[in-house]
Nanobody, 122 residues
Framework: QVQLVESGGGLVQPGGSLRLSCAAS????????MSWYRQAPGKERELVAS????????NYADSVKGRFTISRDNAKNTVYLQMSSLKPEDTAVYYC???????????????WGQGTQVTVSS
């Protein structure tokens, strides 16, 4: 079955770094654009970063530009989020997303991971 399993979250001090990983299985990973979202308590889920299926193009929320880097390894079916210069406002549950798409008359759904907690605090 389809699985997206995030790892790498935890507690880090302001200014620190973390790398999140999302291991995918059960679908053709290299066909999907991938994204990282986050949701802080009491707030809506927001898009943090995305990467095309080939890895040739990336996009970032303004709040993380220059601090976060999304990358992928299609041979390992894994997408990463390198987070640096972390701030307390980066505290959230981070979710991995495989973005659904349509090819001709066939459409494929979005897939979501279960999330991993990132807490930035001294």
């Amino acid at each position: 079955q389809v699985q997206l399993v995030e790892s790498g979250g935890g507690l880090v001090q302001p200014g620190g770094s973390l790398r999140l990983s999302c291991a995918a299985s059960g679908f053709t990973f290299s066909f999907y654009a991938m994204s990282w979202y986050r949701q802080a308590p009491g707030k809506e889920r927001e898009l943090v970063a995305s990467i095309t299926n080939t890895g040739g193009s990336t996009n970032y929320a303004d709040s993380v530009k220059g601090r976060f880097t999304i990358s992928r390894d299609n041979a390992k079916n894994t997408v990463y989020l390198q987070m640096s210069s972390l701030k307390p406002e980066d505290t959230a549950v981070y979710y991995c997303n495989a973005r659904g798409y349509c090819s001709g008359y066939v459409c494929f759904p979005d897939y979501w991971g279960q999330g991993t907690q990132v807490t930035v605090s001294s």
